[in-house]
């Protein structure tokens, strides 16, 4: 009789509220089956993999670390940005996983993390190790899936924080332009939930600017103008990823899958009102600041998430690698679970559709409110001790 074969997880890529809600649902999975053996964790991503960095997670978690690791935000295994394109660290990956006799891989990330399930699916080929991506990122830019896990308490962050900032603003009489950048580099998922914050006591944001349109200077400080025609003190939320002409610089820093740094162009923007228009302005960045605000999670993202690693591992079981998990709609809102082949996701990015944004380029649509008020329900607050929450550290 052979060997029971064991499982190892990996997170990869920028943190979230609700990565470790899928690694925590992944344990559950694996535990309910009596198919796999050990699960292994994988520290720092897939570099842990090639390092032959692991630790033993079928007997470090119990039902309340679970409970906690749920609403732990970050990566409680560590991540990285690492490329997988060497042929050594592919085999250092591929000796690792059979030292362990590893016969179920799950990779926890966003794009770049798709691309490294993809090679090691093309190198391992008929190793009888299957290979499962479990999508992660705030961005929500991954193809097939509906959605992404993180997105929801994503966008939950930036729409109170919205909400919140114009209540700071409308208790001056001073005509003023705040300019709110947010996180998105080429969708502009993030920003457009900062629509969420508009209430009957709040019209801000009055104007959304997205990287999927492009951006005319002049026609920004005529929406300006027209804004501040309609009321004294305007907030406008931008993504970070817009690019402005005069202002653009493709100098900066890049990391090693290219990706340019980002981050200044709300200060670009008031300083486009300053001159052109002359009122008194100011730029928030809001930078990471959504990435780990466990403190405003979605329920269901959190509960979502981790019901996507659970499926996660009754797909291994069925058979499949080289997939990814993905959530499908349905109406009246709720999802289920699907696969779909990792070549038609990784390196891959879903901006925000047509039907998603105004006509004029500077708003969102009815549409996309239809399809973003579902994913920021409920609250799911951690446990707190001392006015503080209480997070898994390992």
Sequence with gaps: M?????????????PTTAINATLAGVIRGVAKTDQIGTLYGCLNGITGAINDELIDLSASMDDGKLALLKHTPSTYLGSCRYRLDKEEDLARVVETLKKHNIGYFFYIGGNDSMDTISRLTAYA??????????????DNDLPVTDHCPGYGSAAKYIATSVLEIARDCYCYSTPS???????????????????????????????????ERDFSTERFIADIRQA??????????????????????????????GHRQLGGI?????????????????????????????????????????AIGKAAVQAALAGETGKMMVYVREEPYSVSFDCADINGIANLEKKMPDEFISPDGNDVTAAFINYVTPLVAGEAYPLYENGLPVFLGR
């Design 228 to 257: 501040l025609r309609r009321r004294r003190n305007v907030v406008v939320a931008v993504s970070e990823g817009i690019v402005v002409p005069q202002y653009d610089d493709d100098c900066g820093t890049r990391d090693v899958f």
């Design 266 to 306: 709300g200060k670009a923007l008031t300083d486009i009102v300053k001159f052109y228009i002359g009122c008194k302005t100011r730029s928030i960045e809001v930078n990471v600041l959504q990435r780990c605000a466990a403190h405003l999670a979605s329920k269901t993202d959190l509960d979502e998430s981790e």
């Design 2 to 14: 052979s060997q029971m074969k064991n499982a190892i997880v990996g997170q990869s890529g920028g």
């Design 125 to 138: 080929g008929d190793s009888g190790i299957q290979f499962i991506g479990i999508p992660k990122t705030i």
């Design 177 to 211: 332009v705040t300019v709110v950048e947010i996180m998105g580099r080429h969708a502009g998922w993030i920003t457009a939930a900062s629509a969420l914050a508009r209430t009957s006591y709040s019209s801000a944001p009055d104007l959304i600017y997205l990287p």
